[in-house]
């Protein structure tokens, strides 16, 4: 593995290879942990906390499918040829802050949507030893990228970037959970007055798309020295886009996904989500079918959840899926040839697959 802590990395022809990413990505994580844990350890002060804090970051973090992680290093190897170890390695580093970023969001999430689990596992509030001290936790994990960003990115000319873009981004991302949670909650009975195609693009764009598909991107162009307004203004427009289509995706998977394919079992119908499938619902219902979601929609009860899911299965709407989902994938085409610049259309081809036709 790559020198982690020196300046030591030398040239190489080695270019980041998708079979074996995964495993160069993981490999660093122990490390990462070690980093932010070992001198805590040892203060007996404090040891009893970080040793709680390594259970956090080792229960919440390495276990998503870490798509944003490892787009920074792809990325940022479709931006510079021959990049050296030492900053491929670096590269794997700031993936991993993007997957702090991400668990930080989902520990705290999941307490607000009362979440049963998250990736194939019990949400780490709902362990019994754990409850709201993980609003806490989630605190813990945000702070961990900055340790992080300091120790490998301090010595670097693009770190002010990287700390403006993180704390710009966790800003972004709070605006749409705000959005998202004010829009759902219930008052008395349902209120579906502002779910409308827009209110849920803004969701999406604020709560997902920025911190899921611009900030690794981002994060790559920096470390390749691209700093321009124009080029990132390009790559945002392309992947704003793209992080639309991908939550459009998660709403679809949440209702029709198996849990145990996509790791967690969803609950945006009794949660009274403004997702995509109910605002479909909303613009093809008779009057009667309406009343049948206002009655069940936002009810955490089995047998309304699926008087919901039976009015989606009687309005078609997996095939309107179906059919957005290819409409989406050629307008994403469409838009990564015309805006793409002077950036490599690979970069942006590549995160796509990784999205399109997924199940999970």
């Avoid at 020198?3 to 990505?25: A, C, D, M, W």
């Avoid at 030893?129 to 340790?147: M, P, R």
């Avoid at 939550?247 to 198996?258: E, F, H, M, T």
């Amino acid at each position: 593995m790559a020198h982690i802590n020196g300046t030591n990395g030398t040239n190489s022809n080695k270019k980041v290879k998708s079979t074996s990413e995964l495993e160069e990505f993981d490999a660093i994580f122990p490390v990462l942990v070690e980093n932010l844990t070992q001198n805590g350890l040892k203060d007996s002060e404090i040891s009893d906390a970080i040793t709680w804090f390594k259970e956090v970051l080792e229960y919440n973090v390495p276990f998503g499918k870490k798509n944003r992680g490892i787009s920074v290093v792809t990325s940022y190897c479709q931006l510079v040829q021959d990049p050296t170890e030492e900053n491929l390695t670096r590269a794997r580093v700031l993936g991993w802050c993007v997957e702090l970023l991400q668990a930080f969001f989902l520990v705290a999430d999941d307490i607000m949507d009362s979440s049963i689990t998250r990736r194939g596992q019990p949400c780490w509030y709902k362990l019994n030893k754990v409850g709201t001290i993980a609003i806490n936790d989630s605190f813990y994990l945000e702070s961990a990228i900055y340790v992080l960003l300091k120790k490998y990115c301090r010595d670097q000319p693009y770190y002010v970037h990287l700390m403006e873009l993180f704390h710009e981004t966790t800003l972004q991302t709070v605006i749409g959970q705000c959005l998202d949670l004010i829009t759902s909650t219930p008052s008395d009975g349902v209120d579906f007055t502002n779910y409308t195609l827009d209110r849920h693009a803004a969701i999406v764009k604020w709560k997902t798309a920025f911190y899921s598909f611009y900030l690794p991107v981002a994060i790559a162009m920096y470390m390749a020295g691209i700093d321009d307004s124009e080029a990132h203004t390009n790559a945002k427009r392309i992947l704003l886009q793209m992080g639309h289509f991908f939550q459009v995706q998660d709403d679809y998977l949440d209702c029709y996904g198996a849990p145990e394919v996509i790791g967690k079992i969803g609950t945006d119908i009794q949660d009274n989500k403004c997702g995509w499938l109910v605002i479909q619902a909303l613009n093809r219902v008779t009057p009667e079918q309406r009343q049948i979601l206002e009655e069940n929609y936002a009810r955490d009860n089995e047998e309304k959840i699926e008087k919901v899911k039976k009015l989606y299965r009687d309005l078609n709407l997996s095939q309107v899926y179906q059919d957005y989902e290819e409409k989406s994938y050629q307008e994403l085409m469409n838009l990564i040839e015309k805006s793409s610049g002077n950036l490599p259309k690979q970069m942006f081809i590549a995160f796509a697959m990784k999205i399109y036709k997924r199940k999970k």
